[in-house]
């Protein structure tokens, strides 16, 4: 029989009989994308101290799941698994509370403050925002609609849109999109920026391009540019602005 390591996944305020069944997927289905190693974890257990989950990993791949802990509390990890860790912790958040992911000597300890860091919150307000970031889950019922996309300046922000929007967003799926709309902002003791709650009133997609694609695309414009573009720029600041 194959040698395992315990380890567990702690839901603060929850015990196994109030946790939705449904939510507790969703959870699971974030902590295979952050450690990447399901075929060789196995859930032994579901326990009462908050809600705990048991995984139990074969030893042979252990050092493997260390490894990656380490680089997700040093953010050092795979964008993959960054976002899932977001994700979780944007979850908590929702659901009102924290969790923690540790070894059975309270090692190796992935905290998901969630709710808590609402504690260092400074400032609250609600106010329009756009950002960019990649959309990648679309999903609801035929009153609500969930929407996550991953941001480089905000982690995961959760929003919520209307189902025609959601629609359009589908042809997306995957890709960049930059995203307008009415959100929470908040702001940390230490001046950090976050917006969560954040309903999608537009968007458009983003295109990429190479810096030969664009200086190309600007030369087809056929733009009659002057001989000392600079100098004119210069001339024109002189004059206050007035083209002679």
């Not at 960019?132 to 609801?140: K, M, P, Q, S």
């Not at 905000?154 to 009415?182: H, M, N, P, Q, W």
Request: some cysteine; charged content about 30%.
């Amino acid at each position: 029989m194959t040698e395992t390591t315990k380890y567990t996944f702690k839901i603060a305020d929850f015990t196994p009989e109030s946790m939705p069944f449904g939510r507790l997927v969703d959870y699971y289905s974030e902590i295979k994308k952050m450690l990447g190693l399901a075929e060789s974890m196995h859930l032994v257990g579901v326990f009462e101290s908050s809600h705990g989950s048991a995984f139990a990993i074969d030893r042979n791949h252990e050092s493997t799941l260390i490894k990656r802990l380490i680089a997700i509390k040093e953010g050092t990890a795979s964008q993959k698994s960054k976002r899932a860790h977001d994700t979780i912790n944007a979850m908590l958040k929702e659901d009102g509370t924290s969790g923690v992911f540790s070894d059975a000597k309270s090692q190796n300890v992935i905290q998901f403050p969630g709710k808590r860091s609402d504690d260092a919150v400074q400032l609250r307000i609600r106010d329009a925002a756009t950002f960019t970031g990649e959309l990648y889950h679309i999903a609801g019922t035929k009153d609500d609609v969930k929407v996550r996309i991953n941001t480089s300046a905000y982690g995961v922000v959760f929003c919520s849109t209307t189902r025609d929007i959601a629609k359009a967003l589908r042809d997306f799926l995957f890709e960049e999109v930059k995203v307008s709309g009415r959100g929470m902002w908040t702001r940390s003791e230490v001046g950090a920026w976050d917006i969560d709650d954040f309903a999608i009133t537009d968007f458009a997609p983003v295109q990429r391009e190479s810096l030969r694609s664009a200086v190309n695309r600007i030369r087809e414009m056929g733009v009659n540019w002057p001989d000392d573009p600079l100098g004119e720029i210069r001339d024109f600041e002189e004059n206050g602005g007035q083209v002679h």
